[in-house]
């Protein structure tokens, strides 16, 4: 089964990834994480792990390793490098300065304008900092105001709003002449990025749902997801019937081969009216964590205003398959006030029991009684937690106001036990 779908290239893959591996500010236990993950995946024996391991650590173990004796396994030289390194930060904290090192900037030199490129990020600021992360924050902050941007929830790399430093569409690395954005697929954007046009998208599968950005390109094949991030969010994937060959702008195939896997059929939300299944292929896109190609342009024919951002759907497909109902289905609760009450006649036999179809007795509880019956739970069990659902607007309005009613009327109090009621919502025909 592996030599049948596995990936062909998983050693280079792995000998590659750990040779750039780097440490760089995070905390030695990330780095030895990454490390050993892909040391799985390599022949490589111990003694040229270790000297790869020493390879990638900050400047600051290195000079401490320098010192002494260096410890003859890999076990032993991982525990050695935690022991520094939480001391170093330690140390750090009791100076008060900040545990990672401290970028040197250089100064800016004058260049002739260079004409615009699509889909060009700003050019990063020259810095000493070691090739690696995505999150981090370009040198130190001040103190104030770092506080006023956790304080007004704006991004710590940039400065500006909608987003996070993770998700900052500013955070680029240059590399070889080459120029790349590092996007962390974590969270959603609440706008699009200033040099690619997203939209926000909602995925639903498996009872989970996340809003993320989707990014729209008439130059793309085929719906994509990056495959990093589905393993992250577990969304259920397959092989593809048949694979495909994805050729880059510059007429060069993908670096990961050819594409094999794709996801399940995912609901997609564009907006809270447009619904649809999607199945995207899985690639690596460190653009953005969605990418919707050609065939979902031409399959919807969205009308798209450049401008603000926005996307509409008018086209006879979307209306017939993907639009919901503008009028939908009203709800109703057990006690529904807006019953029409009509006069019932009770038939002369059943006048003996009036009180039976008095409705003043649907008002409150019958009274407590010596036999009434308990329900006992056994000693020591635990009492099995209620799921959560989500649900719409109406729905959310229907059951607070049946909460209240009942609540009102006694038939139910608070409660903080973690076990919970299911509860059903049956559409009026009329």
């Known amino acids: 089964m592996d030599a049948m779908f596995g990936d062909p290239f998983r050693m280079t893959s792995a000998q590659n990834a750990i040779r750039s591996l780097k440490q760089g500010r995070h905390p030695v236990e990330e780095y030895i994480t990454a490390f050993k993950s892909h040391a799985l995946d390599t022949t490589w024996n111990e003694p040229a792990l270790i000297d790869q391991f020493r390879r990638g650590l900050s400047e600051h173990i290195k000079d401490e390793l320098a010192r002494g004796a260096l ?10 490098t935690i022991a520094i390194d939480r001391r170093w930060r330690e140390r750090q904290q009791e100076k008060g300065t900040p ?3 401290t970028p040197s900037f250089q100064p800016k030199r004058q260049a002739s304008p260079a004409p615009p490129r699509l889909f060009a990020p700003p050019a990063p600021l020259p810095t000493t900092e070691e090739p690696m992360q995505i999150g981090l924050v370009r040198g130190h902050l001040p103190p104030e105001e770092l506080a006023r941007r956790r304080r007004n929830q704006l991004c710590l790399y940039c400065g500006g709003a909608g987003h996070l430093a993770r998700l900052c569409p500013e955070k680029t690395k240059t590399r070889g002449g080459k120029t790349t954005i590092f996007f962390a697929n974590t969270g959603s954007l609440s706008k699009p990025s200033t040099h690619l046009f997203s939209i926000p998208v ?15 390109d008439s130059g793309a094949s085929n719906c994509f997801f990056d495959v990093s991030f589905a393993q992250r969010l577990c969304i259920p994937t397959c092989n593809k019937e048949y694979p495909v060959s994805i050729l880059l702008v510059d007429g060069s195939p993908l670096k990961s081969g050819v594409v094999d896997k794709e996801t399940t059929p995912l609901q997609m939300m564009v907006g809270s009216a447009h619904k649809e299944k999607v ?13 919707l190609g050609l065939p979902w342009l031409r399959l919807h024919s969205p009308a798209i205003n450049w401008s603000t951002g926005t996307v509409s759907f008018f086209s006879e497909f979307c209306k017939k398959g993907c639009l919901s109902p503008s009028d939908p289905l009203p709800l109703c609760t057990i006690l529904d006030h807006g019953t029409q009450r009509t006069f019932v006649h009770l038939p002369q036999v059943y006048h003996n029991h009036q009180e039976v179809f008095n409705e ?29 659902y989500p649900l719409s607007e109406p729905e959310l309005t229907v059951l607070k106001t049946y909460i209240d009613e009942n609540l009102t009327k006694g038939f139910i109090r608070p409660s903080m036990s973690p076990a919970g009621a299911g509860i059903f919502f049956v559409g009026k025909k009329d």
């Open 71 to 80: 410890p003859t396994t890999l076990e032993d030289l991982i525990h050695l």
């Open 99 to 101: 545990s990672g090192p």
């Open 202 to 216: 909602t995925l639903q599968w498996n009872e989970k749902t996340i809003t993320l950005p989707a990014m729209i």
């Open 279 to 291: 199945t995207f292929d899985l690639i690596q896109t460190p653009l953005s964590p969605i990418i």
């Open 360 to 388: 003043r007795g649907v008002e409150s509880l019958p009274p407590h009684r010596e036999y009434d019956c308990p329900i006992d739970l056994l000693p020591g069990c635990a009492i099995p937690f209620g799921r959560i």
